[in-house]
């Protein structure tokens, strides 16, 4: 599938601009990974892109993400990524078992908590964010409240990568598309 069947999918589904965000933060990460390992970046980018597309319709894990994918199934989405998107849920029973499974686990959450930290920085700026800056927020866990520490850590290594490195890679790929996070400032501090 072409990147702009499954924006149109994600633009049918998801209304919620911090959601897209969300989303294209993962295929962001998604892509950088794909790339690092060279794997099909057009793949692990839908995926990371499609991850949420069905959670402002079933906001609840009795119904995410296992309601959706019959939808992307019907929308003829390469069951490859359907099931990456239903391994990224502990409660599917579905286990991460490719790298692509595993990097869309330990994308997902991080991202969340690295667009914290880049909030609270004056500039707003993800240009802004450094890895010491993460590691000084990840203790306070009334920070990002949402962010789960334990599922970040468990799923980075589980995807076999030290968490730092992959905070730092996070940043990387996210500052990559700044503006469409709209984490983008016009000044910056340095």
Not at 65 to 88: K, N, T, W, Y
Not at 121 to 143: C, E, G, T, Y
Request: net charge negative; glycine share 6%; aromatic share 6%.
């Amino acid at each position: 599938m072409e990147r702009e069947e499954i924006l149109a999918i994600v633009n049918e589904f998801v209304k919620n601009q911090g959601l897209v965000r969300h989303m294209l933060a993962v295929e962001a990460c998604m892509r950088f990974y794909a790339k690092k390992y060279s794997e099909d970046i057009e793949t692990w980018g839908l995926t990371g892109l499609l991850h949420d597309f069905d959670w402002e319709m079933h906001p609840t894990l009795d119904h995410h993400p296992q309601d959706g994918a019959p939808i992307l199934q019907e929308r003829g989405v390469p069951e490859v990524i359907v099931r990456a998107i239903l391994s990224h849920a502990d409660h599917t029973g579905v286990p991460r078992e490719s790298r692509m499974e595993k990097a869309l686990y330990a994308c997902d959450e991080i991202t969340g908590l690295v667009t914290a930290v880049a909030l609270v920085r004056p500039s707003k700026s993800i240009h802004d964010v450094k890895v010491k800056s993460v590691k000084k927020k990840w203790k306070n866990l009334a920070f990002a409240a949402g962010a789960n520490r334990e599922e970040i850590s468990s799923a980075t290594e589980d995807f076999g990568i030290e968490l730092w490195e992959h905070v730092g890679n996070v940043i990387q790929a996210m500052q990559s598309i700044a503006a469409s996070l709209r984490l983008e400032s016009v000044t910056s501090e340095g």
